[in-house]
């Protein structure tokens, strides 16, 4: 009797569990009017992404220079960039980019580091120690300039920021996961499939992996913002994206210079940019609450 | 303690050495013949031969790195392929603004980003956490080079209340200087600050639930107090884990932030000699800001020490 | 007269995501100076929130204290604002308290002495120096050597029992009028425990100030406390002086309490009786009798009429129970068999005849060492070794129980890993059924496995909480091939369910959707899946409620009869160990100090560790405790990093001689079967 386990664990609930589970996860994360708002909004971006060629009202690469450097207008409704091309076509390609680069590369990541994670906190000694280590020193570095060096050796474009960004993030995950089979591991249920005389296979997969998972997913949507900034930032430099493949963070860039006279080619997709990335961290705060209500704040 | 600072001090030594064989096979992961590569395809043999001596590509790898080693060690970084002039005096030149731009956004978000977070937790569910926790969140989310163009846009070019671009030393013209490094500075340091705003409230909030805030109220004490003296202790130390990792971010940003605002720092010297595919320098800044962040960890880690007894007496 | 404290109609409730839970039900209890008054109950039962809701220390929201009055010296506490001036200066002022967990309540970035002073000081008014002054005094009084330079340690250089008694010195450095301990002991061990309520009580009577002792051990209240509140559910259930309720409880709950602990002067075969049930659930309460579903009494009153309050039914004497107990008789209102045991008060066990034990041993553990490589630095230097277990000897045969008794870091639980191979031993053997496993591989062990179980401490940690309890309980099953088809595994998980009684219908929730006592038998029925002949129960029932602990040991006992099984026991509860095992070791420092049957152990002690151990757990009879000579063993378990010389136990042995700290005993027989490891005797 050392433990006063008090705190209504002792309740038994009657609905079956995973309908239980998945109510209460519901109930937190559709709890919150503003989760549920960008929600929305990233449904959105992501139909208009899907569907650019049906949404857009003209071809994002069509040029006319007669008609460039146009003020909004009911033929443009975001005007037109240096080149006569409509902005708000581009706009609407621009998210399908943010969203390619973001969501190849996080995938990348997460699965790399997963597994990296996985095997260092699982393991340990000194496998764990090697990468413990390399993590240290990816994490240690700025990712922007990480992708510049790669970018100075094979050049810029799309393939560049996926890679930059995929080695960026990988070391996030490896260590969330690390962190978490760390705990899990000594938990004793992990003793108790041991004793039992379960392999280190089904051990790490049936019963390690499954309650590491709900902070990487939460990870997962906070760096799809997290890509999709970085992705733009890059553009921006000119080390990302490169014309005429419309990308969000090279239309600021090229919009600077009409900064006085046309302003909105640089605010409009900069906005774009905040929208969605606020929108996935929003998101992600909210998937963390309703997951796990221990991981409130944490990340 | 002792002990603690030995670890560290180490997991740095190794951590360098990971990055600094990174920054030293950069010139060997162009693809193709990298020589070729710099030079284009008008170089003459000549040409090539002369800098694929310079670069010692013709030595045995590991020996190849020994002896970059030893020069970075010794301060010497390799001379420009471009500019044809050494890469340390390049660098050197060019480093006050970044660290001036740098230091000054780093101490802006931990002064502004600490209180706001604790104010936020104590206020929790009111107004002015609201506000400070909306804020953050948009903080994050913004694009920074977007937003240091909006600023010029409104501060600079339609206000007129500080200069459009440009950095001034403030061994030059102290004044002038600060009007110079603010706007940089603060749209560098916005995301981080948020950050440690975040990270300072959802600390505040767990050590506000711990038995020993729980001891400090039962003995009567008054809840400012409690704030100020038990939990803030407790609270900051998780803060300053993240204000360490922030460090990159910072570092990171100042390419962007220079080429905004067309400081001649570092930042724009690797972008520059990324374009120029001046592998030297960009390899010289790599190592240079690699042991910068670096260094400015082990000092965050340090001051754990200061932080938490339970570190100082291990 | 006029009580000190005097409470009325107290109630709090906890409002969590639309349900409200009522923590506190219409509570009423006064306390008078110098009084050691004691509020039992299992846990969650309201004993806290109680108490922290007249010192307004409730976290608001969720909480809110819905009624009642709090009256000290004339004055409303609840009336008072939560942060203001007044009651301030009553909280840790006037009343203090001190908390369950000592490892966590005091602040780790603050010195002791500096949080010890800023209580003086805020309340005594005095200055810095002079509050210094008082503080090593204190620290004195409550027994922390070298005072003078430990007031500027940090809380992570003390124990849990020396963390403790700072907690003490903290609230009792400002002479208040009552103190509370809640569950002050709950995480120590018996000794420290035995320690710390010694001090506690000598220094609560030097002061003449008054004792609120919160707790759910019935032996702690008989051994301290002058009268009593039994708690169920949010409510005083009875209340009375000790020896009263301990002589005449009059309600159901009380009695089914008393009913479900051992106690070290058991007869060895009485049967636990369990109070069957769930521990109640405070959301949405009903207005009934709170204990109705797990009550033996109940009438057909019971069921129509609202919950009972408090009646006297002798003077100072009152129980919320509509039925008379003490008149019920054997036949009439008894529904069940249990019923009737609970007012004989016990009931033979069934004398089987035992079986003859087997020639061979069914498991021989020879030599046992487990140290572990204390490593500085980063070069992973060995600096020392902790002696985890340092040659460890015992035998087990089929069939029968061992139990492994000792303080908490003896190396009891290392004992039970070492076999598991949880960890490899460093030395020694482990011979289980002829084999030595003890450095066997992995990969060539798993298949024996099989045939050794483990019982877990902890019922929540124990339980993957992604699986269901099915594929808890049935992963042996798949891992060893024992079953050939579905069908026949979903007829083996129901049988394995059935045998630990719980039903089958339930299998598919996952485990926090269980009670505590719920699931501790789906890990019972995970141990018996593979159908093993040697269980390792490592404080396999610690962490539950006394009244459900009682049915885990009924649960082990039953199936140990029934499967022929054998137990390897470990606990730290010297009556619980007494009352399952066949034979009984006793560790101390990684050592065996003492082994023999169940009966020479307890009745004739030897070691004098093993007495010190006996004679510091309190028995739930104040009578008997009245007679009963306290004798508190002095000083700490060194740790076992640093070892003593000679016989390890000599810093702390009454009857040391100056050869122990040379000569190191080892086990020897005494008589047939007892052993003992000491030269004096
Ligand atoms: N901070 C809290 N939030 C929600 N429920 C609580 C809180 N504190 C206590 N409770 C609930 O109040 C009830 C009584 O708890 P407590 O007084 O701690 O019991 P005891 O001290 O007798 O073990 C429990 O059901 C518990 O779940
Ligand atoms: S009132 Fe009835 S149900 Fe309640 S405790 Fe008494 S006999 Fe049992
Ligand atoms: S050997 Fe000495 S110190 Fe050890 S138990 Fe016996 S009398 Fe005590
Ligand atoms: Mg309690």
Known sequence: MRTDTSLGKNEVIDSPPQRKELKRFLKVFLGRKIVIFFGLILLAVIFTAIFAEQVAPYDPYAQNLGNALQPPSAENLLGTDSLGRDVLSRVIFGARTSLIVGIISVSLAASIGVVIGLIAGYFGGIIDSIISRLIDAIIAFPAIILALAIGAVIGAGMWTVILALTIGLTPSYARVMRGQVLTVKEQEYIKASEVIGANNIRIMFKHVFPNCISPIIVLITLNLGVAILAEAALSFLGVGITAPQAAWGAMVSEGQRYLVSNPNLSFAPGVCVLLIVLAFNMVGDGLRDALDPRLRGSI | MTQFIIQRIYQTVIVLFILSLFCFLLIHMIPGNPVLTILGDEATPEEIRMLTEELGLDRPLPMQYLSWLGGVVQGDLGTSIIYREDVKDLILKRLPPTVHIGITSFIISIVAGVPLGVIAAVKRGGWIDGFITTSSNFSMAIPNFWLGILGIYLFALNLGWLPVQGYVSPTEDFWASQRYVIMPSLVLGLSTMAILARQARSSMLEVIRQDYIRTAISKGIKTRVVIRKHALKNAIIPVVTIAGLMLPNIVGGSVIIEQVFNVNGIGRLVLQSVFNQDIVVVQGCLIVLAIAVAAANLLVDLSYGYFDPRIRYK | ?????????????????????????????????????????????????????????????????????????????????????????????????????????????????????????????????????????????????????????????????????????????????????????????????????????????????????????????????????????????????????????????????????????????????????????????????????????????????????????????????????????????????????????????????????????????????????????????????????????????????????????????????????????????????????????????????????????????????????????????????????????????????????????????????????????????????????????????????????????????????????????????????????DRVAVMYLGRIVETADWETLYDNPKHPYTKALLGAVPIPDPFIEEEREHVVLKGEVPSPLNRPTGCSFHNRCPIATPECKTIDPSLSEIEDGHEVACINI
């Open chain 3, 1 to 581: 007269m006029e009580h000190l404290l005097d409470v009325k109609n107290l109630s709090t409730e906890f409002n969590i995501d639309g349900t409200h839970l009522k923590a506190v039900d219409d509570v009423s209890y006064h306390i008078d100076k110098g009084e050691i008054v004691s509020f039992v109950g299992e846990s969650g039962c309201g004993k806290s929130v109680t108490h922290m809701s007249g010192l307004q220390l409730i976290p608001t929201p969720p909480g809110k204290i819905t009624g009642g009055e709090v009256i000290y010296k004339g004055i409303d506490l609840l009336k008072l604002k939560p942060d203001g001036e007044e009651i301030r200066k009553i909280r840790g002022g006037e009343i203090g308290f001190i908390f369950q967990e000592p490892m966590t309540s005091l602040n780790p970035v603050l010195t002791i002495g500096e949080q010890i002073m800023e209580s003086i000081i805020l309340h005594l008014k005095v200055g810095r120096a002079e509050a210094r002054r008082r503080t090593i005094d204190m620290l004195k009084k409550v027994g922390i050597p070298d005072a003078e330079s430990r007031i500027d340690d940090y809380p992570h250089q003390f124990s849990g029992g020396m963390r403790q008694r700072l907690m003490i010195a903290m609230v009792l450095s400002v002479n208040p009028k009552i103190v509370i301990a809640d569950e002050v002991t709950t995480a120590l061990d018996v000794t420290t425990q035995a320690q710390i309520l010694e001090l506690l009580r000598d220094i609560v009577k030097s002061m003449d100030t008054s004792l609120i002792l919160v707790t759910h051990n019935l032996g702690v209240v008989a051994r301290y406390a002058e009268r009593i509140y039994v708690m169920y559910a949010g409510t005083v259930v009875e209340t009375g002086t000790t020896k009263e309720i301990f002589n005449n409880p009059r309600h159901p709950y009380t009695i089914g309490l008393m009913n479900a602990v051992p106690r070290l002067d058991d007869p060895k075969d009485k049967k636990l009786v369990p109070v069957e049930g769930l521990p109640p659930n405070l959301a949405n309460k009903k207005d009934q009798c709170p204990f109705l579903p797990r009550c033996v009494f109940r009438t057909e009153e019971c069921h129509s009429s609202p919950a009972p309050s408090l009646n006297e039914v002798r003077e100072g004497h009152a129980a919320a129970c509509y039925v008379d107990v003490s008149k019920v008789q054997n036949n009439n209102i008894v529904e069940d068999e249990v019923a009737s045991s609970m007012i004989v008060g016990e009931q033979e066990k069934p004398i089987i005849n035992e079986p003859a034990l087997p020639e061979e041993n069914l498991l021989e553990v020879n030599h046992l060492k487990m140290y572990f490589p204390v490593t500085k630095s980063i070069f992973k230097r060995k600096v020392g070794e902790v002696k985890a277990v340092d040659d460890v000897s015992f035998y087990l045969k089929q069939g029968e129980t061992l139990g492994l008794v000792g303080e908490s870091g003896c190396g009891k639980s290392t004992v039970a890993r070492a076999i598991l191979r949880l960890y490899n031993p460093s030395e020694g053997e482990i011979n289980f059924q002829g084999q030595d496993i003890s450095k066997m591989r992995k990969k060539v062990l798993r298949p024996l496995r099989r045939n050794i179980s483990m019982i877990f401490q902890d019922p929540f940690s124990s339980l993957d909480p992604r699986q269901t309890a099915e594929s808890v309980v049935g992963e042996p099953l798949i891992v060893h091939n024992l079953v050939n088809n579905r069908n026949e595994y979903t007829q083996r998980v129901d049988e394995l369910f059935r045998m630990v009684g719980l039903d089958p219908a339930l299998k598919n929730r996952v485990p926090h959707e269980f009670s505590g006592g719920q699931r501790q038998r789906i890990g019972i029925a995970r141990a018996l899946a593979s159908e093993p002949s040697l269980i390792v129960c490592d404080e396999a029932i610690s962490a539950l409620d006394v009244s459900i602990q009682a049915q885990i040991i009924n649960l082990l006992e039953s199936l140990k009869e029934q499967l022929n099984l054998s137990y390897l026991f470990i606990a730290h509860d010297l009556s619980v160990v007494r009352h399952i095992s």
